[in-house]
């Protein structure tokens, strides 16, 4: 499996999950709550902060009906949240300052050639864009790595804008299974795509997680997500489109904690006892053969005479028989276990 490298770190499902807090539109509108965004993600040990960098006049058209989860429509709603130009230099300058990645969602043209400008490390792009093949065109050209959400989108679909990509000899794509409902319900997710999108396209692939919770980001990556994208805010009372099914920032934490323990936990696909456990419980709490009454010197041994218990010092239980018939060289004590020397 390839490896991506966004900044200075390595993308595969070898290496540790790239965790991206996805702050988005939760900004308000506000220059200083998104710095505040930014400070959380640090704080917390994700890797990547990210935004959307759009402009309502070419985004929607102003006759699109409200969606059942909006009193606005969305024109009126995306128009109060774009992030200004100018915030991006400044957004990029604060967040790289914290040693985090800034990343964002170009939606139109001109957004990618001002990310371009303000230095992303790669682009995101948001599922809803996947058919846009003119616009995954433009992006590709940047020579950037691609991240690439998969939410709605069928095989054809993911196939159609890779190509697209590859089109501009750019091959340094990852692939996000995502689900487009906010929040999105457990019995749709279909974690089970992580492993149908890897085997079948053998470039890194992530999620998108647009659940409640963490505990299904954390099952991501035990799929093998080498990517974890989650949407969190400042507080899910806030007033806007994604606060509600966002993680507030001690969650997030939680998140990161418990995806990078479950990363300690995957180990490999040899099944072995550890060197810890070699250490001292491996003899110790395992069983063995041992005398079960006082076995004299010359003693022809029977089964009456042994019984299996802890630790392990002894001989290995499966080897029962063959003691059974030794003679005993030295004088053995009810309660000793038996070596081979001593038979």
């Known amino acids: 499996m390839m490896e991506i490298k966004i900044g200075n770190k390595l993308i595969s499902c070898e290496k540790p999950c790239f965790i991206i807090a996805e702050a988005g539109v939760n900004h308000n509108g506000s220059l200083e709550l ?17 935004f959307q960098t759009f402009n309502a006049e070419t985004l929607y058209s102003k006759k699109t009906p ?52 303000v230095g992303v490390p790669a682009y995101k792009i948001a599922s809803f864009e996947i058919t846009d093949l003119e616009l995954i065109k433009y992006i590709a050209t940047k020579s950037k790595p691609i991240i690439l959400s998969t939410g709605m989108a069928n095989f054809q679909e993911i196939q159609d804008a890779l190509r697209t990509i590859r089109s501009q000899d750019n091959d340094e794509i990852i692939l996000l299974h995502c689900n487009s409902l906010y929040p ?6 279909n974690l089970n795509s992580i492993d149908s999108m890897s085997k079948k396209f053998r ?42 099914f966002a993680i507030e920032p001690s969650e997030l934490k939680d998140m990161v904690q418990k995806i990078r323990d479950v990363e300690k936990a995957q180990g490999s696909d040899i099944k072995e006892p550890s ?30 005479m042994l ?34 020397e001593m038979i």
């Open 66 to 117: 409200k969606f059942s989860r909006d009193k606005k429509k969305p024109f009126d709603l995306i128009k109060s949240i774009e992030l200004p130009k100018e915030w991006h230099f400044e957004l990029f300058d604060y967040t790289i300052k914290k040693n985090l990645h800034f990343l964002s969602s170009p939606f139109d043209f001109e957004s990618v050639d001002l990310l371009d400008k």
């Open 203 to 244: 470039i890194p692939i992530g999620f998108s997680d647009h659940t409640i919770g963490i505990h299904i980001s954390i099952a991501a990556i035990v799929k093998g997500a080498s990517v974890i994208e989650k949407h969190f805010t400042l507080n899910r009372g806030m007033i806007g489109p994604d606060h509600n």
């Open 307 to 340: 019984i299996i218990k802890r630790p392990g010092y002894g001989i290995n239980p499966k080897n029962i028989n063959t003691v059974i018939g030794k003679i005993a060289k030295i004088n053995i004590e009810k309660d000793q276990w038996i070596t081979w």
């Open 184 to 189: 999105t319900p457990y019995n749709i997710v």
């Open 275 to 304: 060197k810890l456990e070699k250490l001292e419980m491996y003899e110790k709490a395992r069983r063995s053969i041992i005398a079960k009454t006082d076995i004299k010197k010359g003693t022809k041994i029977t089964r009456e």
């Open 34 to 50: 998104a710095k505040r965004l930014v400070d959380a993600a640090v704080a917390v040990g994700a890797d990547a902060v990210k």
